[in-house]
């Protein structure tokens, strides 16, 4: 199926408020409760809507850093990216993994307490990871805006 | 902040991949009762852990086949008001996330386009043409998967 301009509108204010109960998000939309209801379930078994996380704070528990860490891998060996990937899935810091094409090859979000924790983190299991040719950091300062939105 | 104990963490952990589970569901699930269930979840959402939700969309299903992570440095420090930056790229339809960072940038960009031409328009149009902007970097994601982090 493909979305038609009713599903883009409930979408678009499902994305600007995901907390909306149903019968609101209808109402925003325009469209009946019942209709509402069916779009979004259809959208659900097409695949299109494919769920909704919960968005987790980690400076509220306690993780006061959060780096992005940019790798550039030696590509000369085929296996560099799955062991790399493999690896970097076990440490438990690690919030986010990413790959690009680019001059960047892999993007790992890691978190730590303090700096101090962060640095031991990095020694012993970031900089142990196979296959790194290059290692660019990033320090989050501060997220300006974070939003699933698209321009539907 | 408050202390999580295990029972916490595996309701983020469930949250965290799907958001919609009503707290009776929740509670069968970890052995505690709705009113248990519901009171913990509201105490992670006062504590600031839990703080909203994120819809996750299949974005090649509605057309939105690329997404591109910018680094932009800023060209005339102290200039420009990183205020100033901030409102205009915050401002623009296509930019999921932006975050003020620390190292060989200034800023991280999340950036959905229809297709790679889509993708050059919104860059010249509307990046380039950002207050103060200078180098851009620009790498294409292929994929990305989230990690429970230290939930797990």
């Known amino acids: 199926m493909s979305a038609d301009d009713t599903d883009r509108r409930i979408l678009r204010h499902l994305l600007a408020d ?11 939309a325009g469209v009946s409760t019942a209709t509402c209801w ?47 990937l493999s690896a970097a899935r076990q440490v438990p810091e690690v919030i986010g993994i990413e790959t690009f094409l680019g001059r960047v090859d892999v ?10 924790q962060y640095q031991d983190i990095y020694r012993r299991r970031i900089l142990t990871l196979p296959h790194i040719a290059d290692i660019e950091a990033l320090m989050l300062i501060a997220t300006i805006k974070d939003a699933e939105s698209l321009p539907l | 902040m408050i202390d999580l104990d295990d029972t916490d963490r595996a309701l ?6 799907d958001a919609t589970q009503s707290a009776g569901a929740l509670g069968r699930r970890h052995g505690l009762s709705q009113p248990a269930a519901w009171r913990r979840i509201r105490r992670l959402e006062e504590a600031g852990i839990l703080k909203g939700r994120r819809v996750v969309l299949n974005r090649e299903a509605l057309g939105f086949g690329v997404t591109v992570f910018l680094g932009v440095k ?38 959905v386009a229809r297709d790679i031409a889509d993708f050059e328009r919104v860059l010249r149009r509307r990046i380039m043409t950002l ?6 970097e620009a790498n294409v994601l292929l994929s990305e998967e989230r990690r429970p982090g230290p939930l797990g």
């Not at chain 1, 940019?70 to 799955?82: N, S, V």
């Open chain 1, 18 to 28: 995901p907390m909306l109960a149903t019968a609101d998000l209808a109402g925003r």
């Open chain 1, 38 to 84: 069916r779009r979004l379930e259809r959208l659900r078994g097409a695949g299109i809507l494919r769920g909704q996380e919960a968005v987790i704070d980690w400076r509220a528990l306690g993780y006061e850093v959060e780096v992005s860490l940019r790798f550039t891998l030696d590509k000369t060996d085929p296996r560099a990216f799955d062991e790399f």
């Open chain 1, 107 to 116: 993007r790992l979000s890691v978190i730590a307490r303090d700096m101090a």
């Open chain 2, 12 to 17: 983020l952990r469930a949250l965290a991949g």
């Open chain 2, 74 to 111: 800023l060209a005339t420090r102290g200039r420009v008001s990183l205020e100033d930056f901030e409102r205009a790229v915050t401002a623009i339809p296509e930019v999921q996330v932006v975050q003020h960072v620390l190292g060989l940038f200034d800023y991280r960009l999340r950036v």
């Open chain 2, 131 to 136: 207050p103060g902007v200078g180098q851009v």
